[in-house]
């Protein structure tokens, strides 16, 4: 069957229009490289099964400055951010990290709290108190969790984990003094700024109470 020229330009013009929403990121605003990342990161958002493919680099997200990409957005309030995170491959670095994250600014010194998932199962409440401080952690006693949760409820920030079928464990909860409004979001650091590793972020949540 032969379709009109009509048709035909009506159908390309559908398929152009959806690559937009094919490249947006669903809930979050935007993507970056946070410090110095002399590879840099990207993400790949499948709005089919939302998930993110993040692929980072940088030397850490620790002591006082750090270096990642993150998918982000910019909120203010209480938040509760959940996922479930694997990493792809065998990794160069034992402590790669795929993370949950709310910060007060794109500086790599920023005040921040997060929950890290390390390539090699340690999962953490980390934080820094102030601008260039040395960054802080609570340890799960839960080794290589599938699904991370930061809760920011004030000042205060809770870390639960867990996997399937178990309910999540949750430690904390730790102060962190941020001034909205703030960024929220998805980050994967390679812990060696030469290569990048990937994770891939999926059942991704983002409460907020007016939500």
Partial sequence: MRLSAKLLALLLGTAFL????????????????????????????SAATGEYRIIGGGANMWESTDAFHLVWKRLSGDVTLTADVRFIGAGAVEHRKAALIVRQSLEPDAVYADVARHGDGLTSLQYRLTAHAITEEVRSPV???????????????????????EDL???GPVTVVLHDPVYAGLAVCSHDANILETAVFSNVKIETPSQ
């Fill in 143 to 165: 080794n290589g969790p599938v699904r991370i949760r930061l809760e920011r409820h004030g000042d205060q920030f809770t870390m639960s984990v867990g996997n399937p079928g």
């Fill in 18 to 45: 959806a690559s937009p929403q094919d490249a947006a990121l669903g809930p979050f605003e935007s993507h970056s490289d946070v410090g110095e990342t002399p590879k840099k990161g990207s993400v790949e958002y």
């Fill in 169 to 171: 464990k949750s430690s």
